[in-house]
């Protein structure tokens, strides 16, 4: 995919950053929990969190851990996340940095830990993405990857990516745990393991939130009042007088370890 694309990402949350910082579904939630459980964060750890955006998993795992550097592709939202975090008081080892998730920054084997939630279906080149964040792991470090887990049932798979690219034209692809699986492998990464976590979204927050106006959002709730009744079921679609209040979808946390040796 072309650098214009990733402009078009740049431009895309230089707009919306507000609202990505200022989200309560992003700042809180059991994949934080379940990523702290499985990373087992520890004061001497050196982290970094990819694509940060508003900072929320920065800020999580600061207070447990030496170091977070907070990467993003768009430095509106870094100045944004940097804000947020200053607001909160008391966290001073988190340092920010423009960096693009498939042409890391940094030199090989400088965290312990990474993480990257909620970002990877931005990513033009996820295997490319992968390959960096076992490069700038050291030997031993630990990753946890959370994004929108994509189903199974390729008419309801394919329903969802249009669904989330009249949302948001930067979303490129959602993948599913079988996907996931077999990329990280084939970056290196061994000890894999999954669960999944449901997500309610109010829809008309969600919709906005892209940056979407009036018409956007009524055309993509006609889209989900008019899907068929399979995915009204799976994503559990509520609605309310021919308008959409919520609908649920499905997070997938990935934990893997870059091997002690080579």
């Given at each position: ?9 740049r431009e ?10 200022h ?23 050196l ?5 940060t955006?508003?900072?929320h998993?920065?800020?999580?795992f ?17 100045k944004?996340?940097?804000e ?25 084997g ?31 470090g630990?990753?946890?990857?959370i ?5 199974e049932?390729p008419?309801?798979?394919?329903l ?14 959602a ?22 976590f449901?997500?309610?979204h ?16 009524q055309?993509?709730n ?11 079921d ?7 007088a ?21």
């Amino acid at each position: 995919m072309d650098k214009g694309f990733k402009d078009r990402v740049r431009e895309q949350f230089t707009r919306t950053a507000e609202r990505y910082v200022h989200d309560e579904g992003f700042a809180r939630g059991d994949d934080l929990v379940e990523a702290a459980r499985l990373l087992k964060p520890t004061p001497d750890d050196l982290m970094l969190d990819v694509a940060t955006g508003g900072g929320h998993t920065a800020l999580f795992f600061a207070p447990l851990v030496r170091s977070v550097v907070a990467s993003d592709l768009t430095m509106q939202i870094l100045k944004k996340a940097q804000e947020f975090i200053s607001e909160e008081g008391g966290i001073e080892n988190v340092t920010f940095r423009e960096a693009d998730a498939e042409d890391l920054p940094f030199p090989a084997g400088s965290f312990t830990l990474l993480t990257c939630r909620i970002a990877p279906h931005h990513f033009p080149d996820v295997p490319l993405a992968l390959k960096e964040f076992f490069r700038v792991l050291r030997r031993g470090g630990r990753m946890v990857i959370i994004d929108t887990l994509l189903p199974e049932d390729p008419e309801i798979a394919e329903l969802y990516q249009t669904m989330e690219q009249m949302r948001d034209p930067t979303h490129v692809q959602a993948f599913t745990e079988k996907g996931w699986v077999k990329m990280i492998e084939e970056a290196g990464f061994i000890n894999i393991q999954t669960s999944t976590f449901p997500k309610t979204h109010d829809f008309v927050t969600w919709a906005k939130r892209s940056g979407l106006d009036r018409q956007g959002v009524q055309k993509l709730n006609r889209f989900f009042i008019e899907a068929p009744p399979k995915f009204h079921d799976y994503f559990q679609v509520e609605t309310f007088a021919g308008e959409v209040e919520s609908y649920t979808d499905r997070k997938l946390l990935i934990y893997a370890t870059r091997p002690e040796k080579k």
